[in-house]
């Protein structure tokens, strides 16, 4: 946690190795450290239990016989978890510190993933995916805080660096599959809840042992307060939290909503199988690949119009989807919404931090993405329904292309909150 003391001359902080930042040299190092295993912790995570879905439903879904509408609610139940529950993360780490918050989400993960590989049922596979998406909370706010910490300047860019990990788990997708293909999915579950035991387990103990201090234990201690040191209360009442929370729902809806059908659909199409499974790879690869870009210019451009011309571009990727018939087409769809989505995955935590501060940044970031919770839950479900209907997905595709486009005027309205000097005395 940063001191709030006086900072040292600059001759001093030659002679004593700090850098610009007002970081040592040691703490630099650590704070990259962090990000490397922020990029670990995604690919371990989110990899298996979130981006590979598409890869596992397909296989899983055909052994069983069962509708893909029925068993797609078991991914939106996972995705719903992990956003209802990673603001109750988030309050947990002046309880238990980040290190401990951390620990806590792999073993749950570890566990959900031992019990998808005894999977026998529909409603064990959405109790298994629920449990999943309970561990992944803690993955979604708690690494980003830690880094918060130590990043000043360079947060943003230093918040994409570590959200590529969420493209870089795209070549967990083929390796999923071929190991689908060689050994069975149940094997592939199993292996996962020994690699969060043994892989995430020991990078989780790289993270700050220490709980950072309550706002209400450090404002006796802390001297005036930071122009943006806003409490979770403080920011609930801010029109600024509720366009943020809307704005990340809607950067969900559009891109995510495809996940657990674009191998299924792609196949229906015509493409082959390994391409389709490639395509799920290529989308997230490239959301690493705009999370980094995104990083390295939020710190130097206004942050909403980067938000706007993202949301621009994915709006018109996923309309793209519904007339994808040839290779180059989808080349084009892969690049655009997961480049977009992918520079949409930094901005937003980098804006509350921007308008709220770091103090309760995790809880007050788990609560911008609580609300997509309600709102995301029937979704997957509904597109099935939708394409066992129409027999097609192009209706889907076309809708939730105009619901992406809502969000730029919602992006346009993005400015500061400001509190009343009166609520903090």
Known sequence: MRSHAQPPSPSSQIASGIDRHGQTRCDAIYGWCLVAATIALFCLSCGVAYYSFGVYFEPIVRSYGWSPAHAAIAFAIMQSAAYATSPIWGALIHRLGIRGVLLGGTAVLALAFFGLSKLQSLSGLILGCGLAGVGIGAFLTVPLAAIGEWFEDRRSLATGIALSGFGLSAFMAPLVNLAIATYGWRMVFSVAAFAMILIAGPLCLLFPRR?????????????????????????????????????????????????????????????????????????????????????????????????????????????????????????????????????????IPALVADYFGMRSFALILGMVYAPAMVFWLPIPSVVGWSAEYSGSFTPAWLALGALTFASIALAARLKPPVVARAMRL
């Open 211 to 347: 709980t950072p201090v309550a706002p209400a234990e450090a404002a006796p201690n802390a001297g005036p307060v930071d122009e943006v040191d806003f409490t979770a209360k403080e920011a609930l009442s801010t029109p600024a939290f509720w366009r943020l929370a809307g704005l990340f729902l809607l950067s969900t809806v559009g891109v995510t909503a495809i996940y657990p059908f674009v191998v299924i659909y792609l196949e229906g199409i015509g493409f082959q199988r390994s391409l389709a499974v490639f395509s799920v790879s290529g989308l997230t690869a490239c959301a690493g690949l705009g999370s980094i870009l995104c990083g390295l210019f939020a710190d130097r451009i206004d942050k909403k119009r980067i938000a706007i011309v993202a949301f621009v571009v994915q709006a018109s990727a996923v309309a793209l989807l519904a007339f994808v018939t040839e290779p180059w087409q989808l080349a084009v769809f892969v690049i655009a919404a997961g480049g977009s989505a992918g520079a949409l995955m930094p901005l």
